[in-house]
T-cell receptor
Framework: KQEVTQIPAALSVPEGENLVLNCSFT??????LQWFRQDPGKGLTSLLL?????REQTSGRLNASLDKSSGRSTLYIAASQPGDSATYLC??????????FGKGTTLSVSS | ETGVTQSPTHLIKTRGQQVTLRCSSQ?????VSWYQQALGQGPQFIFQ???????GRGNFPPRFSGLQFPNYSSELNVNALELDDSALYLC????????????FGSGTQLSVL
C-alpha cells in the first residue's frame, strides 16, 4: 500500500530565505508526482507535476525534483515571500488508482 | 481560476441526516474525483467517475455514493451522517486520455453536529 510522508510538518522562515520541503513515498511504481498549495479552508492549486520519466520541473521560484528509485521528491522555494505562506501537499499517482496525498507541510514566511 | 465550482461552500447537518454536495467540472473534462479532507490531514480519495460510470473507489462505506451527469457535473451523496464525516469535501476534474493533471474546486466544508 502506497504511503506518502512529508517532512517537516511545519516550517517558519524569515522572508528571503531559500527553503526545501521533503516528500517520500514507499512504492516507486508511480505514474507521476504532483505538488499542490492549499490556503486555509480552501481547495488545492496545482504547482508542479513531474512525470515518472522526468527528474525535475521548474515554475518561477519553484523547483521540484523527483528520485523515483529512492522514493523521494523535494520542492525548493527560492527567495521566500510572506505570500508563500500556505500548506504544501505532495501527491503520487499510480496507474489505475487515485492521487495519494501526504499530510502536508505548513509554511509560514514572516516579513 | 480552475473552472471547477462546488456548492454549497459551507453546510451544517445533524447526525443521521443526508447531504448532497455538487460540483461543476472544468469545461471539456470527462473525469471527476471526490476527496475528503479532515482537519490537519491530506485529502483521502472517495471515488471517481468517468463518463457517468464509477471508475474507482477508496476505502469509504456504501453510504457515500455519487453521480456524474451527461454535462459532466457531479454529486456526492452521504447518508446517515456521522460526526466523523465532518470535513472539507473536494471535487477535482481532469481530462482522461489527455493528461492526469487534476483541477480542484474550493471545496464544501461540512460540519456534522
Amino acid at each position: 500500500k502506497q504511503e506518502v510522508t512529508q517532512i517537516p510538518a511545519a516550517l517558519s522562515v524569515p522572508e528571503g530565505e531559500n527553503l526545501v520541503l521533503n516528500c517520500s513515498f514507499t512504492d516507486s511504481a508511480i505514474y507521476n508526482l504532483q505538488w499542490f498549495r492549499q490556503d486555509p479552508g480552501k481547495g488545492l492549486t496545482s504547482l508542479l507535476l513531474i512525470q515518472s520519466s522526468q527528474r525535475e520541473q521548474t515554475s518561477g521560484r519553484l523547483n521540484a525534483s523527483l528520485d523515483k528509485s529512492s522514493g523521494r521528491s523535494t520542492l525548493y522555494i527560492a527567495a521566500s515571500q510572506p505570500g508563500d505562506s500556505a500548506t504544501y501537499l505532495c501527491a503520487v499517482y499510480q496507474a489505475g488508482t487515485a492521487l495519494i496525498f501526504g499530510k502536508g507541510t505548513t509554511l509560514s514566511v514572516s516579513s | 481560476e480552475t473552472g471547477v465550482t462546488q456548492s454549497p461552500t459551507h453546510l451544517i447537518k445533524t447526525r443521521g441526516q443526508q447531504v448532497t454536495l455538487r460540483c461543476s467540472s472544468q469545461s471539456g473534462h470527462n473525469t471527476v474525483s471526490w476527496y475528503q479532507q479532515a482537519l490537519g490531514q491530506g485529502p483521502q480519495f472517495i471515488f471517481q467517475y468517468y463518463r457517468e460510470e464509477e471508475n474507482g473507489r477508496g476505502n469509504f462505506p456504501p453510504r457515500f455514493s455519487g453521480l456524474q451527469f451527461p454535462n459532466y457535473s457531479s454529486e456526492l451523496n452521504v447518508n446517515a451522517l456521522e460526526l466523523d464525516d465532518s470535513a472539507l469535501y473536494l471535487c477535482a476534474s481532469s481530462n482522461r486520455g489527455v493528461d492526469e493533471k487534476l483541477f480542484f474546486g474550493s471545496g464544501t466544508q461540512l460540519s456534522v453536529l
